[in-house]
């Protein structure tokens, strides 16, 4: 009769869970439409909080949220590059990428945007942002499993009223069943905060430390020193994470050259080298993937030293590892 009761518990939990879920998203919504005058010219920015089809909306820092309308093969959608920009295509604008547009009030109160731009650092964000929406989702459809799971149980309980005694086994596993099912339901709480606050605070980010590694000439292999200052800076993490200070990281890798080579053969020997740091953090120290920003290889730009010098170019041949802290999810428990 104890395992009947337990049974119905967690079934009953597992409601409530999923309703105070329900409950926390729909309150964290504070976006407030605004119209665009018909005909009148309007630039506006922020982050894009959703978008279907050819519509997505734009909500500021203050809430106000509009609505803009690519109108295809007009609208251009670049880059805010300064000496030169760069065409994307319209499936670029996401959930979570920040931008500026321009364009005309339609009739219903719409943007129909002329430009939209943004920082391809934004874009990376915007991308690293949209996986983990997916892993959300599939945690939404383990927690609906779960809940299934849960109800199995409470019915297989009450047909078990009149065999409690031949089938003790068969309420143990089922127990098990919805200790499993309520640790998913946890997990997908933790999730689902986590996202949204990722949008709220998306492009307050600051750098928490810097770690350069140091490769050899022409290689794009670890060495024993380069591990060992990776291995360092793991640990760190680990002690942070301890402590409590490691609430919403993520782990910037970007790869360098020196000047020795051609450029095109810089700028895939320093994506090689960000990958090799990559597959050691991951591998080696398990490092979770939803915390890595994009990696990139910027080649023999943006030298720390100077490249005429042997020493210079030492330094140059590097990849730093950036730990970057969103202010908007600086909190307990996330």
Excluded at 88 to 103: S, V
Excluded at 285 to 290: N, P, S
Aim: aromatic share 4%; charged share 25%; hydrophobic share 40%.
């Amino acid at each position: 009769m104890r395992n009947l009761r337990f049974l119905g518990l967690v079934a009953v939990a597992c409601l409530v869970l999923l309703t105070a879920v329900g409950a926390y998203a729909q309150n964290s919504d504070n976006s407030r439409p605004v119209q665009v005058p018909q005909g009148a010219k309007q630039k506006i920015q922020g982050v894009v909080s959703s978008r279907n089809g050819d519509e997505f909306k734009v909500r500021a820092p203050d809430g106000a949220e509009t609505t803009v309308v690519l109108n295809s093969g007009v609208t251009r959608v670049t880059n805010h590059g300064k000496l030169s920009k760069k065409e994307y295509p319209e499936t670029y604008i996401m959930r979570g990428l920040r931008l500026q547009a321009q364009g005309r009030g339609d009739s219903e109160g719409r943007l129909v945007a002329e430009w939209v731009r943004f920082d391809e650092q934004d874009l990376r964000s915007a991308q690293s942002l949209e996986q983990t929406d997916k892993m959300a989702a599939e945690n939404a459809e383990r927690l609906s499993k779960a809940e299934a799971a849960a109800r199995e149980a409470a019915d297989e309980a009450r047909r078990m009223q009149g065999q409690i005694a031949e089938n003790t086994a068969l309420a143990n596993e089922a127990r098990a069943k919805a200790e499993a099912a309520q640790a998913t339901a946890d997990q997908a709480f933790k999730d689902a905060a986590l996202a949204n606050n990722r949008i709220n605070g998306l492009d307050e980010y600051e750098t928490i430390k810097l770690i350069p590694v140091l490769f050899k000439l022409n290689s794009a292999v670890l060495d024993a020193t380069a591990k060992k200052t990776i291995d360092e800076a793991a640990a760190w993490a680990k002690a942070e994470k301890a402590k409590g200070n490691a609430n919403g990281w993520l782990v910037q890798v970007v790869g360098f050259a020196d000047t020795s080579g051609k450029t095109a053969k810089n700028r895939a020997l320093s994506e090689k080298r960000a990958n090799a740091v990559i597959q050691y953090l991951v591998l080696r120290h398990g490092m979770d993937l939803r915390r890595l920003v994009q990696p990139f290889g910027y080649g023999e730009n943006n030298p720390v030293a100077d490249n005429k010098t042997a020493a210079g170019r030492a330094q140059n041949r590097r990849v730093e590892i950036k730990v970057l802290q969103n202010k908007g999810m600086n909190m307990k428990g996330n």
